[in-house]
């Protein structure tokens, strides 16, 4: 590992009149991925007799390798870059205003799901990953925390509620390449504790690791996995609803440094400003310093200072809901043992469908279908999409392939299911048009719910789905 002007020091034992052969090879940290940048002929490029001591200069003409600042007080030392939940989700995804997305009319907290917008809320556990600079310890800033705040419940009416600061135990790995025996090297891995350390009001805090492993691990050679995962947030027990998370940078007594230039960066997206380096993947996190970003996330003090960073997340961890009533023929339900309707003339008569699908706050996607015998699905009987409505209010009346939609506490017929608000689907098909050519047919029905829930990295399975069966016959 080299210092920011490229030297290192490395204490090699041979003879007085032999000296060392050395060859160069370089890997660089770019975008949390080692990547080797140069690595010529060893036939060509190997400096041989090196004396000790004396410099070697190679070119690095890659251009993701982007240039130090030793020593000089820039942003490249003391940055904050808030990264993602988990290493999936960046937080730059997630919508922090109140505006329309997918079948939404208000997705402020969420990120996208597939290409149906942003309609994913997040669940379960998840950690923040956050990149910290090497140069807050220079600023008095030895120390990190992160709080929330419920803002408003799962139909987004506003809350009261004080501030939580998030606890729970925090390590960041790091590897450690020994020699067992010569040419034979072997890692030796281990973890940093960063916290939770106790200020004097006996709140939690961390440790800002630094960029140099061996500073905070005390053996020297030794590099960090990845960016640091920073809290663990478990939503488990949570109310669903609108959260704002909190960072903020402390000295050594838990109290907030403000700062006059802001530390913080997210993730830079193709609709902002260009950058003035070209290929440059962050831009500042306050959106009053940058023309165009549409969001803000620096909090600051009655004098302009920076005091800490903030952002929204939907909550929610609530199950989909499925479930098939059974389906009339003829007017008469098939709710008998052999699940059997009769009808007398399949030109006039109808096959009447019911369904239920959704998710209580509108956070699913469905797919119902219908099988004729051996036949395959029947595309008349079909019907797929998002989640209509939450079960605090009807918004939409028409579903896909034709259902009228109600919402219901108990579905009649009788429900394989109930849940409170559903939103059931009700359909009538001519009989001829699901029977075709038979005058007898068995058939089964099949809905199946897709929550649209992340933990960051995954889908979360609040899945639901149901499945049954009618036969329509002509009455004997």
């Not at 061996?214 to 640091?228: L, P």
Request: glycine share 10%; hydrophobic share 40%.
């Amino acid at each position: 590992m080299t210092d920011c002007n490229g030297r290192f020091d490395y204490n090699l034992l041979y003879f007085l009149k032999n000296h060392p052969n050395v060859y160069v090879w370089v890997e660089v940290m770019i975008g949390g991925v080692w990547v080797t940048v140069y690595k010529p002929w060893i036939s060509c490029f190997t400096h041989w007799n090196y004396a000790c001591g004396t410099d070697i200069n190679i070119s690095i003409t890659n251009p993701d390798v982007l240039p130090c600042f030793c020593g000089n007080p820039t942003i490249g030392d003391d940055h904050v870059w808030v990264k993602s939940v988990s290493w999936g989700t960046s937080i730059r995804s997630i919508q922090q205003v109140e505006t329309a997305s997918g079948h939404l009319t208000n997705a402020v907290g969420l990120t996208a799901y597939g290409g149906y917008g942003n309609i994913s809320p997040f669940g379960t556990s998840f950690p923040f990953i956050v990149q910290f600079g090497d140069g807050l310890n220079a600023l008095g800033i030895t120390y990190y925390r992160w709080s929330y705040t419920q803002k408003k419940d799962a139909y987004l009416t506003a809350v009261s509620d004080s501030k939580h600061i998030l606890n729970g135990a925090v390590a960041k790995s790091y590897d450690h390449w020994i020699e067992v025996t010569p040419t034979n090297w072997e890692n030796l891995p281990g973890t940093v504790t960063l916290g939770p350390f106790l200020d004097p009001a006996n709140n939690a805090m961390y440790k800002i690791p630094h960029l140099d492993a061996s500073v905070d691990s005390g053996i020297a050679g030794t590099f960090w996995d990845a960016d640091t995962a920073s809290i663990y947030v478990n939503t488990a027990l949570w109310n669903p609803g609108l959260y704002e998370f909190t960072l903020e940078l402390l000295n050594n007594n838990g109290v907030v440094v403000p700062l006059a230039a802001d530390p913080f960066k997210v993730d830079r997206l193709s609709t902002d400003p260009a950058p003035v380096i070209p290929g440059i993947t962050t831009i500042d996190a306050d959106g009053l310093l940058e023309n165009g970003l549409p969001e803000n996330y620096v909090i600051k003090d009655g004098s302009g200072n920076v005091i800490g960073f903030n952002f929204l997340m939907r909550v929610d961890n609530d199950y989909c809901y499925a479930g098939i009533s059974d389906a009339f023929i003829a007017g008469k339900t098939t709710d008998t043992e052999c699940g059997v309707g009769y009808y007398h003339d399949k030109n006039s008569e109808n096959a009447d469908l019911y369904f239920q699908a959704g998710h209580p706050h509108n956070f699913a996607t469905y797919s119902f279908s219908v099988y004729k015998g051996n036949s395959g699905a029947l595309a008349i009987a079909a019907s797929s999409g998002t989640s209509a409505n939450a079960n605090n209010a009807l918004l939409v009346t028409t579903g896909d392939g034709g259902y009228d939609i109600v919402q219901v506490d108990n579905p009649l017929p009788t429900p394989a299911h109930a849940v409170s608000g559903m939103d059931q689907y009700h359909k009538s098909i001519l009989l001829k048009d699901l029977l075709g050519t038979c005058t007898i047919a068995a058939f089964s029905e099949n809905v199946y719910v897709w929550a649209t829930h992340t933990n960051g990295d995954t889908r979360i399975g609040y899945d639901a789905s149901d499945v049954a069966a009618f036969t329509a016959a002509l009455h004997p």
